[in-house]
C-alpha cells in the first residue's frame, strides 16, 4: 500500500505500532515523549481523576493534551476514544458518563489494548470496551455515538481526511469532538515526511 507521501502505509503503522507496543510493555525505558503520572499533571488532569486510573493504564499514557478542558462528558452519552491506548482517557470517560453512559476505546495495537482491558478490568466498570481496528476504518455503526474524543492520535495518521471522515460517519447529528492533538504551523517539508523516525518519535 503507498501514498503519495511517498513512503508505505503499511510499514509506517507497523513502525508505530513497535513504538506503542514499547510504550506498553515498557513504560519506564524512556521515549522522545512523555508519559505517565506526571505528563498527566502536567496537561492539567485532576489529581482524584489521574487517581482514579489503575496503574498499568496511567504509566503508558502517552497523549499530547486534555480533552476533557473542553467539558465534562454527560451521564448517559456514548463515547468513542479515537486511538485509546492504555485507556488513560478511555477510563476517566466511562467514570463521567456514568452507568447509564457507555466508551468504546479503538486502537491498533495489542499490548495497548491489552493494558486498557486490563485496566477496565481493574475498575469494574463494565461501561466501557476496547475494539482493534483502524482509526481510518473505525469499527463503529454510522451516526452511533454523541462525543468522540481522541489525544495524541491524528498526528500519527498520514491520511487525516479519512479519518475525520471516519468520525463523521459515527457520530450522531449534533454530536462533539474534544480532540487534543499537535498542530503544525508551517508546511512539513516532504523529507520530513519521508523519515519513519521523525512519525514514531
Ligand atoms: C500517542 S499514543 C496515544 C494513546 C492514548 N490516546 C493516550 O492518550 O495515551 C497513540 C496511539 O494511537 C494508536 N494509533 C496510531 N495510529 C493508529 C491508527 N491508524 N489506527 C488505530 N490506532 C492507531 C497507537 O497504537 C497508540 O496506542
Known amino acids: 500500500m503507498g501514498t503519495t507521501l511517498g ?12 513504538e506503542y507496543e514499547d510504550v506498553a510493555v515498557c513504560p519506564a525505558k524512556g521515549f522522545h515523549f512523555h508519559t505517565g503520572r506526571l505528563l498527566a499533571e502536567r496537561l492539567g488532569y485532576p489529581a482524584e ?11 503508558s499514557f502517552a497523549g499530547v ?8 462528558l454527560r451521564p448517559g452519552e456514548t463515547v468513542l476514544d479515537v486511538g485509546s491506548g492504555a485507556g488513560f482517557d478511555s477510563l476517566i470517560a466511562a467514570r463521567q458518563v456514568g452507568p447509564a453512559g457507555r466508551v468504546i476505546g479503538v486502537d491498533m495495537t495489542d499490548a495497548m489494548l491489552e493494558k486498557a482491558r ?3 478490568r ?5 461501561n466501557v470496551e476496547f475494539r482493534k481496528g483502524l482509526v481510518e476504518e473505525l469499527p463503529l455503526d454510522d451516526a452511533s455515538v454523541d462525543v468522540v474524543i481522541s489525544n495524541g492520535v491524528i498526528n500519527l495518521c ?7 471522515r471516519e468520525i463523521a460517519r459515527v457520530l450522531r447529528p449534533g454530536g462533539r469532538l474534544q480532540i487534543a492533538d499537535i498542530v503544525v504551523q508551517k508546511a512539513v517539508p516532504q523529507a520530513a515526511k519521508e523519515q519513519i523516525d521523525l512519525w514514531t518519535g
Open 49 to 59: 481523576e489521574i487517581d482514579a486510573v489503575p496503574a498499568g493504564s496511567l504509566e
Open 118 to 120: 486490563d485496566g477496565a
Open 122 to 126: 481493574a475498575t469494574g466498570l463494565d
Open 158 to 164: 498520514p491520511d487525516k481526511e479519512a479519518v475525520l
Open 65 to 72: 493534551g486534555n480533552p476533557f478542558i473542553f467539558g465534562h
Open 7 to 18: 513512503l508505505d502505509v503499511g510499514v509506517l503503522r507497523r513502525a508505530i505500532q513497535q
